[in-house]
Nanobody, 123 residues
Framework: VQLQASGGGLVQAGGSLRLSCVASGRSFSRYGLGWFRQAPEKEREFVAAINWSSGRTYYADSVKGRFTISRDNRENTVLLQMNSLKPEDSAVYYC?????????????????WGQGTLVTVSS
């Protein structure tokens, strides 16, 4: 299984970025995909997740109303649209996948981790 994330970069506060993650090697059509992030000297934290089959979404409180996770069934791709970015959103963002359909907010639920893409938000 491979999770290939892209779309990170440098953006000013208030700006937007869209992260993309292509899953290959297995289908996640019945399971979950999501995003975690880790800033320097901080713990890895949950950002957002989507139950692929139901479309139900989950968000960390810190990103609710600003970030939107979605899926493209044909491309086996999960997207994270990030708007109104803040400097505290700066981190390496990891695409994750799981064969579970619950507990998608928890690190331990995920079997598969991508390589990460760096997001830097300047003030």
């Amino acid at each position: 299984v491979q999770l290939q994330a892209s779309g990170g970069g440098l953006v000013q506060a208030g700006g937007s970025l869209r992260l993309s993650c292509v899953a290959s090697g297995r289908s996640f059509s019945r399971y979950g995909l999501g995003w975690f992030r880790q800033a320097p000297e901080k713990e890895r934290e949950f950002v957002a997740a989507i139950n692929w089959s139901s479309g139900r979404t989950y968000y960390a409180d810190s990103v609710k109303g600003r970030f939107t996770i979605s899926r493209d069934n044909r491309e086996n791709t999960v997207l994270l649209q990030m708007n109104s970015l803040k400097p505290e959103d700066s981190a390496v963002y990891y695409c994750v996948g799981t064969v579970r359909t619950s507990g998608l907010e928890y690190t331990a639920s995920y079997n598969y981790w991508g390589q990460g893409t760096l997001v830097t938000v300047s003030s």
